[in-house]
């Protein structure tokens, strides 16, 4: 409406009609005739509603996203991808430099040093192909405990061999 160059009581009446639950409460609330322009109506609004605003991150906070302990590097990844779909303009190289910062000790980390991935894409290669390996090596281990369960009740079924004597007297 600014844009089309509606006046300033046109604007201020129309306000209301995008606000619900508390802001149509607080601008209910408002003397009669206590705004006399739009930008006053704004100011109002954004001293009444500044602590309701929500925060975004810059890139400085993705340095502090870091892989955890017990955690898989695909929880890592998408809790950092999270963030930083959230952070407007942000550098690629930056952006490389952080989620590879925050990357535990482990075969991964030792990959990335060796190859020195230089883009996002090259970087997303790396971590793919380290959770197949860690996928791999999951279902081996898991068909290892179950071949070893089957050979426990394989010789738990088995009768106890039992000595006959070969003479009867």
Known sequence: ??????????????????????????????????ISRFQELTKQ??????????????????????????????DYITRFTKVAMSILNLHPEVHLHAIKSGLRLGKLQETIIVAKPKTLAEFCEKAKGQMKIKELLQVQKSEKNQNSKDDDEAQDNKKPLQLTPHYNS
């Open 1 to 34: 409406m600014i844009i089309n160059g509606a006046s300033n009581p046109i604007i201020c009446h129309c306000f209301p009609t995008f606000l619900d639950s508390l802001a149509l409460d607080w601008f209910s609330s408002l003397p009669v005739d206590s």
């Open 45 to 74: 609004f954004e001293e009444q509603f500044a602590t309701s605003s929500i925060y975004l991150h810059d890139s400085d906070y993705l340095f502090t996203i870091k892989h955890r302990q017990h955690k898989s590097l695909n």
